[in-house]
């Protein structure tokens, strides 16, 4: 699934990135510019990262 249109970020890419290290919004939004352009995509981006963090 696509979370950023804009940036054409998805899921996967932000799971991958949150098992790199990038464990945060403000880390995932440098490191991919999710949430840089429109914004729509910042609470469902934070969401990847909560299921994220309940699944370690
Ligand atoms: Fe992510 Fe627009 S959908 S910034």
Do not use: P, W
């Not at 054409?8 to 098992?19: F, G, L, P, W």
């Not at 939004?29 to 909560?50: F, I, M, S, Y």
């Amino acid at each position: 699934m696509i979370v950023c249109v804009c940036h054409n970020v998805s899921e996967k890419k932000i799971q991958r990135a949150y098992d790199a290290g990038m464990t945060t919004f403000a880390a995932i939004r440098d490191n991919l510019e999710v949430g840089t352009c429109c914004g729509k995509c910042a609470g469902c981006a934070r969401q990847v990262l909560r299921d994220c963090a309940q699944q370690t």
